[in-house]
Every structure is written in C-alpha cells, then in structure tokens.
C-alpha cells in the first residue's frame, strides 16, 4: 500500500504526509490489516526512505507500541522487511540509519520479545546475515543483552538447550563451508516481460543459499496489491529453495505443515540458529551487514564489485 509519495532524492516530497499531520490527521488511524500511519510507513516507500519517514511520524507523536490486527509491532514490521531486503547490493549506507531506528524503538520501550499471531518474536524475523547485525547492535546499544533477549525467546515458548549442544553445534558450524553457489532467479510472469523487481529495495528476485544458521529464511517478489515487493519465507528444513514462495501450493517436497504450504521448523530448531547467531555476532566473526552476508553465502566483494558492473 504506497500511502505515502517517494523520491530517490527529494525529500520534500513527504510535504502532503507533514501537512496532514499539522492539519490535526489521527496518526492512529488504521487501515483494513489493523496498520497504523507508522506500520504502513515501512512497507510503503522505499528503503532509502522508510526511516525518515518513520521518525517523522514518531516525532509527531505517532505510538510506536501499535500493533496491527496479527499483533505484529513495528520491530515485527522492520526485521521482517529488512530481511527480506536483505541482499549483497544492499547499500551499506542504508544499514546505520535502520539499526539507529530500531535503537529508537527499543528505548521507547518497544517490547524485543514481543510474540505474533504466528508465534514470531523480533528475534525470529531478523534471522537473515545483514538484518541479525543491525539488531544484535540494535539490542546492544539500547542496553539489552542478546543472549539474554534470546533465553527470554526460549522461556516463553517453552524451549531449553543443553550447554553441550550449544558449543557442539557451534564449533560444526565454525568448521563448515559455504553452500554451493546456486542462484534460483524468478521467470517473468508472462513471455517478453522483464523481470519483476521489489518496490522496496529495486532489486529482482533472486533467491540464494546461505550456510546455517542463516539457512531458515528465504526471500522472493511476490506480487502485491500495488506492485512487487520481496517477501520472506521459510526454507525447507535443509536449507534449499521452496517453490511455495513463488507459486502457492507449488513445491511437492514432503518437508511442510498438514496445510501443505508452509515449510516446517521446529522452534527448537529455529531457537538453536538464533543462539549460534548471536554467538558469531560476540565472537565478532560477523561484525558488519555485508560482510555477514558474504560470510553465510559464499559471495566475495570481488563478485559484488563485478555484478554491479
């Protein structure tokens, strides 16, 4: 829903947003999905944009502790979009502005473990390589241990790890390599048309493997009301590509819930990823977005440089 005008360069295009908010508009007002100015603000413009946005409509006193009709707030909101934006041509001048956002929110008591009607905390949508950073960094300079925004993750849902298993998984996952490069790109929807590219970011839908614990999410264009934008979806539980995130109902692998549509994780499972995260991001082994990415995928600078070409 682009609610809002965008402009890769001018921001005084957010003139009709200010000028009803001075005109005395209710920022709590909500759309059909439950979505407030504030929620809709992130899904509705550009990467480049969604944060000044945002902090705009904050500063104008929008309540950042909304939620829409899934209970999902607005860090549900940023990690799961970032996620799924979460690409190696990503600029990495659009990273600080997005985890000094979500150190805002965190400091005005946006709860970090806040649970959706899927069951989905904060913790669990930012479990993409560049998006962990910014929120571990996030949680951090808000005054908040990982680690322990993590157990409280576990606490809630139910969950326990042995210590043993914790350091033995992590130590396979130290020695592992990166997956084997394989690309799986969207066909156009119809013959001769060019590919669909996200909305958000401008990037096409590439879909590519990433080494655990970065294994769990994927992300494709799905085509939305007003246009295409990246989306994520769960991977099957060995890592590879699930059809059912560019055709519903399409993939014929047996790794999915009784509805057939979605990939199954058991949260232990997805748990035990987002504790190992959190250790590669202390140990300082993933310290920046992009080089979090190059890390669970594979992909060097030298290729960044040469595709961007």
Not at 4 to 18: C, M, Q
Not at 220 to 228: C, K, L, P, R
Not at 250 to 255: A, H, M, N, Y
Not at 268 to 274: F, H, P, Q
Request: charged share 25%; with cysteine.
């Amino acid at each position: 829903m682009n609610i809002f005008p965008d402009s890769a360069k001018e921001t005084f295009l957010f003139l009709p947003v200010r000028q009803l908010v001075a005109g005395g508009s209710d920022l709590e007002d909500v759309d059909g999905f439950g979505r407030t100015a504030l929620l809709a603000s992130v899904e509705g413009v550009k990467r480049s944009h969604f944060v000044e946005l945002a902090n705009m409509l904050l500063q104008s006193g929008a309540n950042p502790l909304a939620v829409d009709n899934g209970d999902a707030g607005i860090l549900h909101y940023i990690l799961r979009t970032t996620s799924a934006c979460n690409k190696a041509h990503t600029r990495e001048a659009l990273f600080q502005p997005i985890e000094d956002l979500l150190r805002r929110l965190l400091l005005s008591n946006c709860n970090p473990n806040a649970v959706d009607e899927n069951g989905d905390t904060p913790s669990d949508l930012a479990l993409s390589p560049g998006t962990w950073v910014l929120w571990c960094n996030a949680l951090d300079a808000a005054g908040f241990r990982p680690h322990e925004i993590l157990l409280e993750d576990d606490h809630i849902k139910g969950i326990t790890h042995g210590r043993t298993i914790l350091e033995r998984e992590y130590q396979r996952i130290l020695e592992s390599q990166p997956p084997t490069w394989k690309v799986e790109r969207q066909q156009p929807f119809e013959s001769g048309e060019d590919l669909p590219v996200c909305a958000n970011c401008g990037l096409p839908d590439e879909w590519t493997p990433s080494r655990s614990p970065f294994d769990y999410i994927g992300a494709y264009v799905v085509q939305m009301e007003d246009g295409f934008s990246h989306a994520t979806f769960t991977n099957h539980r060995d890592g590879t590509f699930c059809a059912n995130g560019r055709k519903w109902a399409s993939c014929r692998r047996q790794s999915h819930r009784k509805d057939g549509e979605i990939s199954y994780w058991s949260g232990k499972s997805l748990s035990l990823r987002k504790h190992i995260a959190r250790r590669l991001w202390e140990d300082k082994i993933l310290s920046q977005p992009h080089d979090a990415y190059f890390w669970a995928t594979g992909l060097s600078h030298d290729w960044l440089s040469s595709s961007s070409a």
